[in-house]
């Protein structure tokens, strides 16, 4: 699953314009006015912080850990341009290619988040920041015992540097954010001082302050391309070692890694070695888990988690299978329509594309009844829009009244639940007639427009589990008049087209910050990102009710108006149907050789197993893994 928004364990993933629609919000101010040139030692976006300047270390981490071990998985999230069924380079931060998740976790960063918090950050590189008094600039205090992992120091300047790079070059979800930077630049070696345009969100900091720092003097020496299998030089507790392109990579611990001791470090990274095993496809990954070959699964096949976990280690204790609870994080489950191709642009039809899908006999006949449909681009949390519009919703909707659907203004839109029977001839009629009403003709059996040209319609995968899930689907919309197919690619080629929007139908899971920013949802649902290549527009969305209502959270003082913001922002997209809400977990399903240590319960908003657990070598010995 994408990560998007603030990764708040370590990493973060992800203005009214000319001709916008204003929506009313009180003036902004994130930051109390105690905080302005004062140095802090962290910033959260409401509220006060949970751990005071002389905190020793997060509260749910083991600071007794002890460190060793290999930590052999497949991750389950991944940011920017990672793929974890392969990779083709070692450079993370640029839309093209393919690179190996957790590669951000090389790199220092000025801040990181905390786990058990919505919305704050702390100092890692940086010891302080300071907000300047009209609240535009930001002036860290960099450590100067941070180092690179040649022994090199990590100075303002290459700090300075990065941020202009991604300004420029970096991957959407890292450029975005920087759209309203004006400057970045080094005081002094210890002093950086950004500088934003004074239209950007309070809460941008938050965003921009986690980006992984480079090395200046390794880019003026590199070519910033994604065509690299060099690992660039970093500085964070790991460092990449052993490199088989497209089959295995590991990260090592960096014994002497400069910021070990810090408060926001303490307890966590663990491992000696991270080791990722890429396989071409989720079985091939499961074979190796039950021989002992991969240590850590989190399962995403319901098939394989209902009937698969009878093997022999299972079965003797070796292994354990179990549940633990999602993050308190907004997710989105779902499939892009691809709007840049015309027949995608009427919402009849994209509505008529929804209804063909039976989530409830797909639950039953392939899911063993493990998913709950999703209805919501904000689904699991507070921000999933319910009933009617509330006053304050309301009050940001009616301006828009003449640019939404009037849905928006009454129950929240919902796709209908079917009969279970996989052909439910209610549905798939009320399918058929909008299609007729958005100006297409049945032809025989299939659907054509007046210059007689049918209506094809591609759904592109890149794993047989989803050839296996979305064929009924396909039959469906046969039926009814689409000339309906599934495309299967390798992840390479699937990420490829992804990045250059060349599909029809795509699929994407998406887990956002616990208190999303504009910044993070810029990249999804804004019209800016419609065309830049690698951003998750995927549907190629470019409307102004849209815009306004994302540009709006930067006008929130509380939590309570950017719930009625994003409830408002969930009521409008769901009556659009430019992604169809597919389905979710209220769980991680899990299964991992029983030899590893951690702390319950898990923090709230992250599951950080490769960062947070440890290895434990009276288990490990127990099972024959020692």
């Known amino acids: 699953m994408r ?3 603030p990764a708040i364990g370590r990493r973060k993933f992800l203005a009214l314009s000319a001709g916008a629609i204003a929506v009313p919000l009180v003036p902004r101010y994130s930051f109390a006015a105690s905080a302005i040139a004062t140095p802090l030692h962290g910033l959260s976006a409401f509220g006060k912080l949970k751990y005071a300047p002389d905190f020793a270390n997060f509260d749910y981490v083991n600071v007794d850990a002890p460190k060793g071990g290999t930590f052999n998985y497949g991750p389950s999230q991944w940011l920017y341009n990672q793929n974890p069924y392969t ?17 951000e976790i090389c790199f220092d960063s000025l801040m990181s988040g905390a786990l058990d918090e919505p919305d704050s950050i702390y100092g890692l590189v940086a010891s302080t920041v300071t907000i300047s008094p009209d609240r535009n600039s930001f002036t860290f205090a960099l450590r100067p015992e941070a180092r690179f992992h040649d022994g090199s120091p990590l100075t303002a300047e290459d700090a300075a540097f990065t941020y202009r790079l991604f300004r420029e070059k970096g991957h959407p979800d890292l450029l975005l954010p920087l759209r309203e930077l004006s400057d970045a630049v080094a005081v002094d070696p210890n002093r950086l001082k950004l500088t934003f345009s004074g239209k950007q969100s309070d809460r941008t900091i938050l965003e921009v302050a986690t980006f992984p720092i480079l090395s200046k003097a390794y880019f003026d020496r590199t070519a910033f391309d994604s065509s690299r299998l060099e690992a660039p030089l970093s500085s964070g507790p790991y460092k990449v070692g052993l490199v088989r392109p497209g089959q295995t990579l590991e990260y090592e611990r960096v014994a002497d890694y400069w910021g ?9 990274y663990n491992f000696d070695r991270l080791r990722l095993e890429f396989y071409g496809d989720r079985q091939a990954a499961f074979e ?20 698969g976990y009878d093997f022999p280690a299972l079965n003797d204790g070796k292994v354990v299978k179990r549940e633990f609870l999602s993050e308190k994080r907004p997710a989105m489950q779902a499939i892009a329509m691809n709007q840049r191709r015309e027949r995608f642009r009427d919402v009849r039809v994209r509505r008529a594309i929804a209804l063909c899908f039976d989530f409830e006999w797909t639950n039953k006949s392939l899911f063993y ?18 009933g009617t519009p509330g006053p304050q919703e309301l009050a940001l909707l009616e301006p828009l009244r ?17 009969d279970g029977t996989g052909r439910d001839r209610k549905l798939l009629g009320e399918a058929r007639r909008l299609m007729i009403d958005a100006g297409w003709k049945l032809s025989g059996r299939v659907f054509t427009n007046d210059s007689g040209e049918t209506f094809k319609l591609e759904i592109l995968v890149d794993d047989e589990g989803f050839v296996r899930i979305y064929s009924p689907w396909v039959e469906s919309m046969k039926a009814i008049g689409f000339d309906a197919s599934i495309r299967m690619v390798d992840s390479a080629q699937h990420q490829a087209r992804q990045a250059d929007f060349d599909f029809d139908l795509i699929s994407m899971a998406l887990l956002f910050s616990p208190t999303p920013t504009r910044e993070g949802l810029d990249g999804i649902f804004h019209s800016r990102s419609a065309s830049l290549a690698g951003s998750r527009n995927l549907t190629g969305t470019a409307d102004p009710a849209i815009d306004a209502l994302v540009e709006a959270i930067d006008e929130v003082e509380d939590r309570g108006q950017l719930t009625n913001v994003l409830r408002a922002l969930d009521r409008v997209l769901r009556s659009r149907m430019d992604w169809i809400p597919s389905w979710y977990s209220a769980n991680h399903r899990v299964a991992f050789w029983d030899m590893f240590g951690f702390k319950e319960p898990k923090p709230d908003f992250g599951f950080a197993t490769e960062t947070l657990w440890w290895f434990d070598k009276d288990k490990a010995a127990a099972i024959g893994k020692g």
């Open 402 to 418: 003449d640019k939404v659907l009037p849905e928006v203004f009454a129950e929240a839109y919902s796709l209908p639940a079917s």
């Open 260 to 268: 070990r001791d810090l408060p926001v470090n303490r307890g966590s």
């Open 87 to 103: 990779f083709n380079t070692l450079n993370s931060f640029v839309a093209k290619g393919d690179a190996p998740p957790r590669m």
């Open 288 to 307: 190796a888990f039950k021989k002992g070959e991969v240590l850590f699964r989190e399962e995403a096949t319901s098939r394989i988690w209902a009937t």
């Open 3 to 5: 990560e998007l928004g």
């Open 369 to 386: 009844g493990l998913y709950n449909r999703s209805q919501s681009c904000f689904e699991r949390s507070e921000f999933k829009a319910s």
